[in-house]
């Protein structure tokens, strides 16, 4: 099973931007799908952006146009580029590769440790 390690996160002002990045072992990601989920404090964890093994992305309502999910397949890394952060943005972001079955997406990974983002107003 795929581990990954989160980093990236911080504490930032509202308007501001961070780009989160995932490194995955134990697999190449390359024929695999990838997502990232976040979980503000006291609620459920939400599927915020994935992206294909085609590079085909897809984001929650929420977060379209400020968020961007990327991949770079020869680092086996994934990333997620925030800008125009928000206070409800704050909350611990997770990294997860999986696969797509129609077009529902499903982590295949181990959960990580996730990185934490303080969106301060």
């Known amino acids: 099973q795929e581990q990954v390690v989160e980093t990236g996160g911080g504490l930032v002002q509202a308007g501001g931007s961070l780009r989160l990045s995932c490194g995955v072992s134990?697999?190449?990601?390359?024929?695999?799908?990838a997502g990232w989920y976040r979980q503000p404090l006291g609620k459920q964890r939400e599927l915020a952006a994935t992206?294909?093994?085609?590079?085909?992305?897809n984001y929650l309502d929420s977060v379209k146009g400020r968020f961007t999910i990327s991949r770079d397949n020869a680092k086996n890394s994934v990333y997620l580029r925030i800008n125009s952060l928000k206070p409800e943005d704050t909350g611990v972001y997770y990294c997860?590769?999986?696969?797509?079955?129609?077009?529902?997406?499903?982590?295949?990974?181990?959960w990580g440790q996730g990185t934490q983002v303080t969106v301060s107003s």
């Open positions: 997860t590769v999986g696969t797509f079955i129609g077009s529902n997406y499903y982590p295949n990974s181990r």
């Open positions: 134990g697999r190449s990601i390359t024929p695999l799908a």
């Open positions: 992206i294909s093994r085609s590079g085909g992305t």
